[in-house]
């Protein structure tokens, strides 16, 4: 079964004492300061009073899914910055501030009024994460950056799919994922720069460079052979065997035979021995160089089989193959479950909603689910009352709404 939860609000967490104020909507900037949550930062998502986070509207069967899992660990507090007392609240704020994530176009924080130099007069350790497209300065700065676009432009969907289709584009938000976490890690090393002494600093975190940075030596590839490589859908242009093959069930088994001894022993478990000597399966690169005759007798041997049955001799040999799951099975296996990978957390609206657990694991100082995702403004009195206002002066700057904490 799922391990169920409950959430830890007086949990020690190693980032305790850690404020970040998160103006960014959406992914990337919501993945960053989720990963400071989860640690125990306190994480304070500034959101339009009306509408809230953009992610609030990513509805499943009428529940913000995306929110519940990506706002956890969060506060929220609700300011109409249209209004000069909430824009004076944010500069309060921001003055007891750690970290500051935002997600405007190049130039925007400043028309607001809070450039860095601005805030950095009365906090010059804080640390501002940048989040853009294409990053603050070069010819497309002002350009708008989803991360679809950036996913296209890096290579990665060129890359991505089987040579006689269209490229493919990831289904889900893998540049913005990518950009979080290199942005988590960024502030961190940031941070400890101002734990050393040194000042607060500007973290230009693009969409782009990211995700670029993980498709492997492409460019240096390219340098030297001046060739394009074609798409290879589940193969492996590096290495072989790899690929994803069809079971006599209707399942999928991935395989990745990518060292000497580890294609030897798949060649002998599939009754093949006589592979290893054969002069075009020899090496790795012989066998890239001749990857349709090298899959051909794995492919007809695991589609002979159930999963269960191929997996049966796979297991007992060791081979490094496993099904490719759905998600159902996934929740289903017994070592994620053991392990916890996939939690089942409160929820006030649904009852339950199972999320990820808390990434990485760290032995003597983990993190925690401490808070379910805020309500719009759920965290207004208790932030701002903090701050030294009354409230008067708290209805005036949340104008346009105002939520009580829960009791």
Sequence with gaps: MIPKIAFAPEAKVPLAGIRVVDLSRLVAGNMVSLQLADHGAEVIKIEDPERGDPLRAWRVEGQSLHWKVYARNKKSLALNLRVPAAKQALHDLLATTHVLIENFRPGTLEAMGFAPETLWARNPKLVIVRISGFGQDGPYRDRPGFGTLVEAMSGFA????????????????????????????????????????????????????????????????????GEIPARTGSRSATTSPRNAFPTADGR???????????????????????????????????????????EAPIAAFIAERTLAEAMTVFEAAEITATPIYEIDQLLDDPHVQARGVIVEAPDRDAGSVLM???????????????????????????????????????QQICALRQTRPRV
């Design 158 to 225: 060129a890359k991505n799919g089987f040579a006689d289709r269209a490229p493919v584009l990831p289904p889900l938000a893998l540049a913005d994922m990518i950009a979080g976490l290199y942005g988590a890690y960024a502030v961190m090393i940031a941070i400890r720069e101002t734990e050393r002494g040194g000042p607060g600093q500007i973290i230009d975190l693009p969409l782009l460079d990211p995700i670029v940075s993980i498709l492997g030596p492409d460019a240096a590839t390219y340098k030297v052979s």
């Design 252 to 294: 999928y088994i991935a395989i990745s035979a990518s060292i000497q001894a580890m294609a030897h022993r798949l060649f002998r478990a599939i009754g093949r021995a006589d592979m290893i000597d054969d002069p075009r399966f020899r090496t790795n690169t012989d066998r890239v160089q001749n990857v349709e005759a090298c």
């Design 356 to 394: 990820h657990n808390i990434i990485p694991r760290l032995s003597g100082t983990p993190g925690a689910l401490r808070l379910p995702a805020p309500e719009l403004g759920e965290h207004n009195f208790e932030i701002l009352k903090n701050l030294g206002y009354d409230e008067e002066a708290i």
